[in-house]
């Protein structure tokens, strides 16, 4: 079993920054890859950002390229999300998740645990 909580997310003006992340519990996770999505009210989940299982690897969603950064302590069980520049279109709830496999993906059905979320508002 594994459990993933995430944290960090908040009230933010447009282009401020915050800090996601995401603690681990369960079996080890340094053999997998993990990633981040979110979903807007009223829109379907989205691939934010993937790294794979040793951190050499990262994918980025286009819209968030640049501004974004996933990282990765395999000692500490921990996913972060760096999210500098924000946008008010960045608001949405922020999930982090474990994949199937150690190769980062943006396919959100490689992806077998997911946390509760956390919300990220960010205002004009």
């Known amino acids: 079993q594994v459990q993933l909580v995430e944290s960090g997310g908040g009230l933010v003006q447009a282009g401020d920054s915050l800090r996601l992340s995401c603690a681990a519990s369960g079996r080890t996770l340094s053999i997998y890859a993990m990633g981040w999505f979110r979903q807007a009210p009223g829109k379907e989940r989205d691939f934010v950002a993937a790294i794979n299982w040793n951190g050499r690897s990262t994918y980025y969603a286009d819209s968030v390229k640049d501004r974004f950064t996933i990282s990765r302590d395999n000692a500490k069980k921990t996913v972060d999300l760096q999210m500098n520049s924000l946008k008010p279109e960045d608001t949405a709830v922020y999930y982090c998740?474990?994949?199937?496999?150690?190769?980062?993906?943006?396919?959100?059905?490689?992806?077998?645990?997911w946390g509760q979320g956390t919300q990220v508002t960010v205002s004009s």
């Open positions: 998740a474990k994949n199937v496999g150690p190769a980062a993906a943006v396919q959100m059905e490689t992806y077998d645990y």
